[in-house]
């Protein structure tokens, strides 16, 4: 089979992962560029050996099987939406986007083209997850009582202001919940579900942005169970994400996909012969270690080869942002927000 073909827009700190990771698979390739700027595309284009560049999605030649988006938070829904118009097959970046209603458009715009929608919510692929996430689906840890899920992650104000997009409501969507936060929140959210009812704090501490750069929820589960979220930029050095998970069958703690403490009688510990890496983000932007951005890229083709939904497409991903966005509803209105 062909390899399938790729565009990828945005020339940034992720598209280079994309590339890294493209280099390590058989049946995907980049075979074009995208950016705002015709020089900066050239130069991306060039130093990592992409025979195609231009400024405009359009104009790229016509055997492109798949956009890869690589650009800010709330452009996502923009370039999915340019990009299912041309009848090009979508793998975004996370989160899907910022509002609702974009959310609603690129899931739509993708169905009634009849291309895939796939979302980089890459700590789904790592194999402790999976085997978490199967063993809670049939029920074998038992009925979720409590649960503490942290996202404590550094930033310094060079981050944000690194990009006139970072920290920004209208772009980034918000802070630490919306950026760094938005794979544990949308690990949680695919474990557990969403909670039922939300009541959330957040301030800005520490950095100089319109955004919030700590915060703190409380969640309701639908069967009562109770559970906090924090997430941060200000909490230095920046600490691996954390689920604390608490049935009645014992306990389990997860640390950057990791299971550090397995106390679940008769179920063998999923997490026992682990031995996969993965980027945690804690006080870093840049995803040096392509390897669950490989097994997105491969998922996302499979779904195209198989005509499959990938694993994490447009519906799975909105959780997350639902979620973050009541966490942003109650932080403003200060009351507690059921979710629907
Ligand atoms: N999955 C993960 O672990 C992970 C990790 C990091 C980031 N991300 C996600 O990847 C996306 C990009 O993040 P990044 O860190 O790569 O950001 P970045 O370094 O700022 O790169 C974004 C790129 O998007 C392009 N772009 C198009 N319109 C833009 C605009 N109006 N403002 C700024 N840039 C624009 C720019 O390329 P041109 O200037 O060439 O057009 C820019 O280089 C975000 O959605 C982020 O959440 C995911």
Known sequence: ?????????????????YVKAMGRIADGEIIAVV???????????????????????????GDIDGIIIATPNGLHWRDTCAAAALGKHVLTEKPLDITIKSMERMILSCRESGVKLGVAYQHRFHPVNRKVKELLARGALGTVRALE??????????YYDSAGWRGTWDIDGGGPFMQQGSHTIDLMGWFFGKPA???????????DIPVEDHG?????????????????????????????????????????????????????????????????????????DTTLHERVVEDFIGAVHE??????????????????????????????????
């Open 1 to 17: 089979m062909q390899p399938m073909k790729f565009a990828l827009i945005g020339t940034g700190n992720i598209a280079t992962t």
């Open 149 to 158: 899920v942290s996202a404590k992650f550094y930033r310094g104000q060079e």
């Open 307 to 340: 005509n499959r939904e990938p694993l994490v497409h447009g519906e799975e991903a909105s959780r997350a942002t639902e979620i973050i966005l009541g966490i942003y509803e109650s932080a403003k209105t200060k009351r507690a927000i059921p979710l629907k």
């Open 216 to 288: 703190v929820c409380i969640m309701e589960f639908e069967n009562r169970a109770l559970g906090t979220l924090t997430a941060s930029t200000i909490t230095s050095p920046g600490y691996n994400p954390r689920i604390e998970v608490y049935t009645d069958k014992g306990s389990f703690i997860m640390v950057n996909n990791e299971m550090v403490e397995w106390n679940i009688d008769d179920i063998d510990n999923p997490g026992a012969s682990s031995n996969f890496s993965s980027h945690s983000g804690a006080s870093s932007a840049s995803v040096a």
């Open 35 to 61: 950016s705002r700027s015709d020089d900066r595309a050239e130069s991306f284009a060039k130093q990592h050996s992409i025979p195609e560049w231009s400024e405009r999605l359009d104009t790229i030649g």
């Open 197 to 207: 009812t939300l009541i959330a704090r957040t301030a800005t501490l520490g950095h």
